[in-house]
């Protein structure tokens, strides 16, 4: 059984740091696309990062230079480290799973098939 689950947010400054973890469990995590994804209050969800099985990434415009997207495989984990946080940054961010793709990853949150319970980050100005 597929499970993920993230850990992490909080409430920081603008400017500040945060580091996102995304446990999976039941399947092997580097060998398929896995993504972060947010959701502010109104607005559709939207991907912030994905990293492939050749741990190839890929990024939203608004978060370049700023977010890492990272996994560790021995512990099963997916990682975003988001730096210089703004306020826009904030909402519910989602780790997820498409267990369909393995390179190339998608950007659509309809391609991720399996999804985290989410975690809140709140950026105040």
């Known amino acids: 059984q597929v499970q993920l689950g993230e850990s992490g947010g909080g409430s920081v400054q603008a400017g500040g740091s945060l580091r996102l973890s995304c446990a999976a469990s039941?399947?092997?995590?580097?060998?398929?696309?896995m993504g972060w994804f947010r959701q502010a209050p109104g607005k559709e969800r939207e991907g912030v990062a994905a990293i492939d099985s050749a741990d190839m990434t890929s990024y939203a415009d608004s978060v370049k230079g700023r977010f890492t997207i990272s996994k560790d495989n021995a512990k099963n984990t997916l990682y975003l480290q988001m730096n210089s946080l703004k306020p826009e940054d904030s909402g519910a961010y989602y780790c997820?799973?498409?267990?369909?793709?393995?390179?190339?990853?998608?950007?659509?949150?309809?391609?991720?098939?399996?999804w985290g319970q989410g975690t809140q980050v709140t950026v105040s100005s």
């Open positions: 039941g399947y092997t995590a580097s060998d398929y696309c």
């Open positions: 997820a799973a498409d267990l369909e793709a393995t390179m190339f990853c998608s950007s659509a949150p309809q391609d991720f098939g399996y």
